[in-house]
């Protein structure tokens, strides 16, 4: 039998109690719930920063190599191959292979500039120079 108590429907077996507040239950969950989402902007946060710096990187490399071969076309094909040489917290590297000579000159050249940080290489930029 099922009878109304107020506005509410009371079913047999069960109390009413008045409810003023959450239950301890309702909470955790709430807590729990709260918790993830938390948990998965921070990680989200994370992504992010590490994928700002690592654009960072590739930027400042791809100039560095550019500059590098700017140089190195100024230099022309009499250009030498070089060692990893420091520039600020990146290293680079030309590496020159003659193609053509004429004679003992070379008049045709392959350049390469490789730029990394530690042993990541970054960048790399081919060329090729002619007399």
């Not at 994370?46 to 960072?56: F, G, K, N, Q, W």
């Not at 590297?93 to 970054?122: A, D, H, S, Y």
Request: proline share 2%.
């Amino acid at each position: 039998m099922v009878s109304k108590c107020g506005s509410a429907i009371k079913l047999p077996g069960s109390s009413m109690r008045n409810q003023d507040g959450f239950s301890l239950m309702e909470l955790l969950v709430t807590i729990v719930i709260l918790g993830f989402v938390a948990y998965s902007f921070s990680t989200m946060q994370m992504h992010i920063l590490y994928a700002s710096v690592e654009e960072d990187d590739l930027f400042n490399a791809a100039r560095l190599v550019e500059n590098r071969m700017e140089e190195t076309i100024n230099l022309g094909v009499g250009t030498k191959t070089t060692k990893w040489i420091k520039s600020g917290e990146y290293e680079w590297k030309r590496t020159v292979t003659v193609l053509k000579k004429f004679g003992k000159n070379p008049t045709l050249v392959e350049v390469r500039i490789q730029v990394r940080k530690g042993k990541e290489q970054l960048c790399s930029l081919i060329t090729h120079i002619v007399d």
